[in-house]
């Protein structure tokens, strides 16, 4: 099994180390500068790295684009005369209604197209952070558009059952509504909050432990988020009214009622992640 990672940072580079250790893969990574490939092979991420995107995808069974999403329908209209017939390909990006609508809209008919989301990471960026079991035991979103080769979709389920995740299928329009929620709302929750205490110097000598764990997604891929925030921007706006609605009915109500709402809040928190 041969396989190209366009985008070889913490992402990338994880999952070439998964697909290496895991299932034995030969992996090609294409990276924008020599340094990334040279430590990414160093690592064990790859076993050959080329600055050419058309070189990196020649002969491969699968392609991952793991780049920012805005620029993976432009790469993969670059990529596209160069993948043999009959590859897979695939992304890891964070909104998927326009990056499936883009690249199926000049899919050639001899490949396939299943967009993924590994709902894993870190704020950490880079491929010298990449570890091997950073997907292990993570949501893996597939969106493959009907009607779909389920023999194809079974394909990529088993690669990332191979790797560790578990795999969920979701429309992309209902993955995106999801994420807005559960992901792209509280990174833009922990840059607001950053914005507010940067303007408040006696604040500043105080954060402590709760803000920095509501903070930490601040320090996250700024290229990254600024491409997730304006593709998703719609229905992030539709889930910040729903928390801004939820918060002012909390702020009306009465002491009773507020307890009850902690309560009821705190049972559903220890449930999703199945603490005491």
């Given amino acids: ?12 580079g994880s999952l070439g180390m998964a697909l290496r250790k895991r ?26 790295w080329t600055l050419s ?3 990196g995808v020649k002969d491969v069974d699968y392609v991952f684009f793991a780049t920012p999403v805005k620029s993976i329908g432009p790469l993969f209209r670059r990529a596209q005369p160069h ?23 000049i899919l050639r008919k001899d ?12 704020e950490k960026r880079g491929v010298e952070h990449g570890r091997e079991t950073l997907y292990e035991g993570a949501p893996y979103i597939l969106t493959p558009l009907p009607p779909f080769d389920r023999g194809r979709v079974g394909e990529l389920i088993d690669l990332v059952k191979g790797i560790g995740a578990k795999p969920y299928i979701l429309e992309p329009e ?28 006696t604040a500043q000598e105080l954060v402590a432990g709760n803000f920095r764990d509501l903070t930490r ?3 996250s891929d700024p290229i990254m988020w600024r491409d997730i925030i304006s ?23 009465d002491d009773v009622e507020k307890e009850r709402f902690f309560e009821k809040v705190r049972e559903m928190r220890s449930k999703l992640y199945q603490v005491s």
């Fill in 231 to 253: 593709d998703n921007r719609d229905f992030i706006k539709k889930r910040l009214e729903e928390l801004i609605e939820i918060i002012a009915q909390l702020l009306d109500k």
């Fill in 23 to 48: 299932l034995g893969a030969f992996v090609v990574g294409v990276v924008r500068k020599e340094e990334t490939g040279i430590k990414a092979l160093e690592l064990g991420a790859l076993d050959r």
């Fill in 53 to 55: 995107l058309e070189e």
């Fill in 83 to 105: 993948i043999r017939e009959g590859a897979l390909i695939s992304d890891l990006g964070s909104t998927k209604r326009n990056v499936v609508k883009d690249i199926t809209s």
């Fill in 1 to 12: 099994m041969k396989i190209c990672i366009i985008g070889v940072g913490l992402m990338g």
């Fill in 217 to 219: 997604p601040a320090l």
């Fill in 111 to 122: 490949l396939a197209f299943i967009g993924g989301h590994p709902m894993t990471g870190s």
């Fill in 174 to 201: 209902k993955h995106d509504l999801i994420v807005a929620l559960i992901s792209h709302l509280p990174y833009l929750l922990s840059i607001a909050l950053v914005e507010l205490v940067s303007r408040d110097e």
